[in-house]
């Protein structure tokens, strides 16, 4: 009887012994598999990581094109209210320009000696030229003070230079003809003489 059980106890060893492989050999398959899956996981996510680094690329190249094409409209809209201001602002430049040449006329004319045959024309020269006047002062028109200022090349136009010892030098002495501001820009600088 103890031979048997002896017996037994070696048939059944090796026994457990396989036993143990087949799971050991069982557990390798799994690792295998699982190792595997993972690497054909990997495989199969890296060309989807790569296509997903190449969409996000080609988003944030067209974020920043939008953001682009917004500030250029931005600034056209600028640059097109800034364009309508101007516009309306200095609207009537044109015509004024037109119109300076007859006003100086009108100076000229009332610079003529009046008599008691003229007085009653002269006065209506006078009260047509005051009308002038006023439409330009309401359009924004500005006569440029030049007489005893200091000379400055963007308002004024030299035409002589002088001498006059009574004068600071580099001052305006006379002024040949009158300048003007439309607004806040010359639209006619004053020629003007300039002591040395």
């Given at each position: 009887?103890?031979?048997?059980?002896?017996?037994?106890?070696?048939?059944?060893?090796?026994?457990?012994?396989?036993?143990?492989?087949?799971?050991?050999?069982?557990?390798?398959?799994?690792?295998?598999?699982?190792?595997?899956?993972?690497?054909?996981?990997?495989?199969?996510?890296?060309?989807?990581?790569?296509?997903?680094?190449?969409?996000?690329?080609?988003?944030?190249?067209?974020?920043?094109?939008l953001l682009r094409v917004q500030a250029e409209f931005d600034n056209f809209k600028k640059r097109?209210?800034?364009?309508?201001?101007?516009?309306?602002?200095?609207?009537?430049?044109?015509?004024?320009?037109?119109?300076?040449?007859?006003?100086?006329?009108?100076?000229?004319?009332?610079?003529?000696?009046?008599?008691?045959?003229?007085?009653?024309?002269?006065?209506?020269?006078?009260?047509?030229?005051?009308?002038?006047?006023?439409?330009?002062?309401?359009?924004?028109?500005?006569?440029?003070?030049?007489?005893?200022?200091?000379?400055?090349?963007?308002?004024?136009?030299?035409?002589?230079?002088?001498?006059?010892?009574?004068?600071?030098?580099?001052?305006?002495?006379?002024?040949?003809?009158?300048?003007?501001?439309?607004?806040?820009?010359?639209?006619?600088?004053?020629?003007?003489?300039?002591?040395?």
């Amino acid at each position: 009887m103890a031979e048997e059980n002896q017996e037994n106890q070696t048939n059944e060893e090796p026994e457990e012994k396989d036993q143990e492989e087949v799971i050991t050999e069982v557990l390798d398959a799994d690792d295998k598999h699982s190792s595997e899956q993972q690497d054909s996981n990997e495989a199969e996510s890296n060309p989807h990581e790569a296509e997903i680094e190449k969409l996000k690329a080609e988003r944030d190249d067209m974020q920043q094109r939008l953001l682009r094409v917004q500030a250029e409209f931005d600034n056209f809209k600028k640059r097109s209210q800034k364009e309508k201001e101007s516009e309306r602002k200095y609207k009537s430049e044109d015509v004024v320009k037109e119109l300076l040449p007859a006003l100086d006329n009108f100076e000229r004319a009332l610079q003529v000696e009046v008599t008691d045959e003229t007085k009653s024309f002269m006065d209506g020269v006078s009260m047509v030229y005051s009308q002038i006047k006023e439409a330009l002062k309401t359009q924004g028109v500005e006569e440029i003070e030049s007489v005893g200022q200091p000379f400055d090349p963007n308002i004024h136009h030299a035409v002589m230079q002088v001498e006059d010892e009574n004068a600071e030098s580099e001052t305006v002495t006379e002024e040949l003809q009158k300048g003007y501001y439309l607004k806040d820009r010359v639209i006619r600088p004053a020629m003007v003489k300039v002591n040395k």
